[in-house]
DNA sequence: AGGGCGACCCGTAACGATACAGTCCAGATC
DNA sequence: GATCTGGACTGTATCGTTACGGGTCGCCCT
């Protein structure tokens, strides 16, 4: 039988020729579609001039690999897919999130993968995004964040075999890929050079919830303490959602309540802000009271008063370009073993360091 | 000759047993291959009893089709892409594009599409990643914004009837589908309203470039001065970057030169800053001076002290659900004349109305 | 009675890439 | 000279899906 359908279907409707294919190089050069393949992904069955010629008329005729028939063939799909996760108020989830992703997909862009993402949606358990990406074949790799310490997709992915890096650590006993901050490390640091600074009530903001970051932050803050000979006190350990509102009203119930704390180490960009309000609600001025306020996340917002921060930076692009390698060099069948980096906070004292540099994202206290 | 290789390909590794596909389905129920994929696709030639039963084994033995296979067949990818550029600046781009991408992923997700993220790298142009889209099928369509009035990504895909949604319009003749906001009758109403209250001197603030919103900003400027009967002074039309900095010093300009000036409207979230900060900075409060702010953008950033700001708010949610709804309509058949759509914004005089609903995002002056 | 006509279903040939089993031939080995 | 070896290639079947051209069968009409 002719073919009947060809016209119409899998050519190109870009160029106006079709679209070269295996086939098309084979003709060309005289070969057989299995060399030319073969000899695409240099083969050891083929000549080295062989695989020369092959490439430079691949490149000549703008052959580019047609993914379907990959799939179809070896069940690869090129693609990376990252999970989304809803904003839960407002217009703006994670903003860094965003430079994440861009990073992520740009550390893509020299192998063959492409970025696919997925948002969970609104009654999506976390894992059911997950488990679509690995049931319908979706990706060949999934890239997740806010892990908690017995994450039930990195289990569900360890059990399968399939491959994923995680943003953020679990306590899984087998070991898989990831990319996580110091947080430990980082709240150390920072309560260590408080205590140094004869700060002797040190208070530390968590939110409520399960994630593996505020397992190590709570550990920092009471190894740094330890270190540093400051006792423990329950009441200085709260707990708030990261909100502006909820850790402005927690700043303030805590000095309201007990004027000798002198330090408080807040969580994320938004709690900054929080205790920031709270403080001058309680008619409090960092430079002038001498408290402390120290600061964790991504770029920080602006702020207008010269109030007395201290940051804790994490690069997220930086995290995004980790994610990629750690996803690439899994997809190439490196053990997950050698694929985990914690990235170190970056510290500054002077937050007009991104003020002046024309931070986009600014708003100003 | 039998299977050799079957066992180690193309088998899911997630279930235990193989993935049903379309083979699986007709066995277990007795019909062709065919039969059963025009049942699934409610193929006019099949008896709906037979559909019905189809459809129950589908859903039953959990038949997904695979996208590999009909990539192959079709040359559908079953992908949308949408192209994520860069932040110019720092980590945080258009804060408010994540909930564009996380409603376009949403409103994709009912359909069998899913949503492809390319960024615009390195050396690339705005074209380059287009090109790269439709050159190598990773998707059935593009969605992209930041429009010119002959914007070339829109020229190409329409060149090559390539589709795609814009998140701006173009002034191309051809019709193509998009989602914008209405920017001139949004700048219009400002203008009408700002008159009315008796501001006589209107200044407006607007970025360098092309982008085809500005054209809008501007004739509605115009428009909205003519019909208050208000002279038009080129003084009052200002260029400047959207950075709190640039847009802090146009402020401050602009002021210090002429201060019969009562209004600034401005272009987004960081100019309303950056031109608050250079009120300040000329020792004008716009509560006490009757000056008047008007920001137009996504979710506003908080603001501490109360000034006088109006705002014209653009719910980024809408816009990535119409994207969403325009491509899958585009991919069902519609034609693109009716895939228009210009948004109002949502005006609002108090912008703690976003402050109380405990905006993640702010940070306040 | 038999021809015609729908309604409904089936068989086959692709789409592009790749795993696997051959094939062919020059050179080495006995 | 026959046999073996290994390097360099080719042929074929296959992944899951769908377009297309047939089939089959019951029913109606003349």
Do not use: W
């Amino acid at each position: 039988m002719a073919r009947t359908d060809g016209a119409a279907i899998g050519g190109s409707r870009v160029t106006g020729r079709r679209q070269a294919n295996l086939r098309t190089l084979a003709d060309h050069l005289g070969l057989s579609v299995t060399t030319v393949s073969r000899a695409l992904k240099d083969g050891p069955e083929v000549r080295p001039e062989t695989i020369a010629r092959v490439k430079e008329a691949a490149a000549e005729l703008g052959y580019v690999p047609n993914v379907g028939g990959i799939h179809l063939r070896t069940g690869r799909t090129m693609k990376v897919c990252s999970i989304l996760y809803a904003p839960e108020v407002g217009d703006y989830g994670d903003p860094g999130f965003l430079a994440q992703v861009e990073s992520l997909s740009a550390g893509l862009e020299p192998s063959r993968y492409n970025l696919l993402m997925l948002a969970q949606t609104g009654g999506q358990t976390p894992l059911d995004a997950v488990r679509k990406v690995a049931e319908q074949q979706l990706a060949d790799a999934v890239v997740f964040s806010r892990t908690t310490p017995l994450d039930e997709r990195a289990r569900y992915c360890l059990e399968r075999d399939f491959p994923f890096v995680s943003f953020g650590r679990t306590e899984l006993l087998t070991p898989h890929a990831f990319v996580d901050h110091d947080d430990e490390g980082a709240v150390v640091d920072a309560v260590a050079r408080l205590a140094a600074d004869g700060h002797r009530r040190i208070a530390l903001i968590n939110p409520a919830g399960t994630l593996t970051y505020l397992g190590y932050r709570l550990r920092g803050y009471q190894r740094g303490l330890a270190e540093s000979d400051l006792p423990r006190d329950p009441a200085l350990s709260l707990t708030a959602d990261l909100s502006v509102r909820a850790t402005r009203e927690a700043a303030r119930r805590l000095l309201s309540a007990d004027r000798s704390v002198t330090a408080i180490i807040c969580a994320n960009q938004m709690s900054v802000v929080g205790v920031l309000e709270g403080l001058i609600a309680c008619g409090i001025d960092t430079v002038r009271d001498g408290v402390t306020v120290v600061g964790f996340g991504g770029m920080p917002f602006r702020m207008l008063s010269d109030q007395r921060v201290v940051y804790y930076y994490q690069p997220q692009r930086r995290v995004g370009a980790t994610l990629a390698h750690h996803t690439l060099a899994l997809l190439a069948g490196e053990p997950a073993e050698g694929l985990t980096t914690v990235l170190p906070y970056e510290r500054t004292d002077d937050l007009r360091r991104f003020r002046d540099d024309d931070s986009p994202m600014g708003a100003a206290v």
